[in-house]
Antibody, heavy 121, light 107 residues
């Protein structure tokens, strides 16, 4: 069974940094691209970033480009999101999602339960 | 950025009836299109990709159609578990974008 477990969220002041993690199990992690998708409270879904199986292809939403960095450690079956210069508008539930193949194809086939990031002073 | 626009925002339908949800893309995306279902307090669920291919395990009452800029999700006979928010999404171009959602509620 595919399992994705996010962690690292919390209350953080504007301008500070936070690192999210996603631990994967139940599948061969390095056979799949991975993504971060977020959902502000009571709002819709926003794709944040995606990374291919070998980190060779990475993409970001314009809203986070230059501030967020996605990475993965295939030896640890883990996906990360380093978030710098956080803003109030980054407040959201952050989901880790698995794609359907090695490339960043934009299919969010499996989702974790999310980790909540609240940016507030 | 490709803008995805869903209609209606809320759809009220009785159990057993058919529901039709629409999504429009601001430019042609071929069939690089997906639907997701989200229930309160849960993560989204992948329903359909390639505009019309059901994900394994998704009931046959869910069907998708369309190409280019106009897409439709049809639920042929609504079950109680189908009442949820549905999102469309394009994966033709980065950044991947979602519609704002259609809330399917019990009439």
């Amino acid at each position: 069974e595919v399992q994705l477990v996010e962690s690292g969220g919390g209350l953080i002041q504007p301008g500070r940094s936070l690192r999210l993690s996603c631990e994967a199990s139940g599948f061969i992690f390095d056979d799949y691209a991975m993504h971060w998708v977020r959902q502000a409270p009571g709002k819709g879904l926003e794709w944040v970033s995606g990374i291919s199986w070998n980190s060779g292809s990475i993409a970001y939403a314009d809203s986070v480009k230059g501030r967020f960095t996605i990475s993965r450690d295939n030896a640890k079956n883990s996906l990360y999101l380093q978030m710098n210069s956080l803003r109030a508008e980054d407040t959201a539930l952050y989901y880790c999602a698995k794609d359907i193949g090695v490339a960043v194809a934009g299919h969010f086939a499996y989702w974790g339960q999310g980790t909540l990031v609240t940016v507030s002073s | 950025e490709i803008v995805m626009t869903q209609s209606p925002a809320t759809l009220s339908v009785s159990p057993g009836e058919r529901a039709t949800l629409s999504c429009r893309a601001s430019q042609s995306i071929s069939r690089n299109f997906a639907w997701y279902q989200q229930k309160p307090g849960q993560a989204p669920r992948f329903l359909i990709y390639g505009a019309s291919t059901r994900v394994t395990g998704i009931p046959a009452r869910f069907s998708g159609s369309g190409s280019g800029t106009e897409f439709t999700l049809t639920i042929s006979s609504l079950q109680s578990e189908d009442f949820a928010v549905y999102y469309c999404q394009q994966y033709n171009n980065w950044p991947y974008t979602f519609g704002q959602g259609t809330k399917l509620e019990i009439k």
